[in-house]
């Protein structure tokens, strides 16, 4: 089975553009999660979406939405950039929702904001 | 917060047992012990998980003490290809719950 597949792998963006990432899960996942990860505050949650629906959110700003579309791939979207949404961006997949379950990480998307 | 207390790194010699230790004292009856780790700059990979007995795959062996309050994840033959960071983390069984990373265990494999 192929694994989580995250595009594009870098982007750079100026302060207040806007982004979208994707991510496709493997085959048959339904469950995918979102996750920011800088040098300082470390991988942080961002939101799961399951079957459609957001079912749990970190604490971010509303800045940061997602969505997942019936073949389970999913989307993140992040408005008016700040410098300090330079991070990389992981998306995860699992089976179904919760745990036990396990998730499995994409290679993530590095995103450089100027 | 991390619910989980590793030291922030630790040396192992090359071809030597790894033993990285993880507390998760305020564990309850139903949180499994997940272990990941990350090679700099991919994402973290799936290692183990176990609940309450003692678990080995492939990579690796986890042992949980009777009480559940720590574990011990075991790379029995370390290699160069080990050095990552290594994160233990505790998820609730059967709920919708998010994922909290804590900063994990810096692994240096020394040759």
């Known amino acids: 089975k192929a694994g989580v597949t995250q595009t594009p792998r870098y982007l750079i963006k100026t302060r207040g553009q806007q982004v979208t990432l994707s991510c496709s899960p493997i085959?048959?996942?339904?469950?995918v999660s979102w996750y920011q990860q800088t040098p300082g505050q470390g991988l942080q949650f961002l939101f799961e979406?399951?079957?459609?629906?957001?079912?749990n959110k970190g604490n971010f700003p509303g800045r940061f939405s997602g969505r997942q579309f019936s073949n389970s791939r999913s989307e993140m979207n992040v408005s008016t950039l700040e410098l300090g949404d330079s991070a990389l961006y992981l998306c995860?997949?699992?089976?179904?929702?919760?745990?036990?379950?396990?998730?499995?990480f994409g290679p993530g998307t590095r995103l450089t904001v100027l | 917060d991390a619910k989980t207390t590793q030291p922030p790194s630790m040396d192992c010699a090359e071809g030597r047992a790894a033993n990285l230790p993880c507390n998760h004292s305020?564990?309850?009856?139903?949180?499994?012990v997940y272990w990941y780790r990350q090679i700099h700059s991919q994402g973290p990979q799936y290692i183990i998980h176990g609940l309450k007995n003692n678990e080995t795959n492939e990579m690796a062996s986890l042992i949980i003490t009777e009480d559940r309050k720590s574990s011990t994840l075991i790379l029995p033959h370390a290699t160069l290809r080990d050095t990552a960071v290594y994160y233990c983390i505790v998820r609730v069984a059967n709920r919708d719950d998010k994922i909290i990373f804590g900063k994990g265990t810096r692994l240096h494999i020394l040759p």
């Open positions: 305020t564990i309850s009856g139903n949180e499994y």
């Open positions: 995860a997949s699992s089976a179904t929702s919760g745990s036990p379950d396990t998730q499995y």
């Open positions: 979406y399951f079957s459609e629906t957001q079912r």
């Open positions: 085959s048959g996942h339904r469950s």
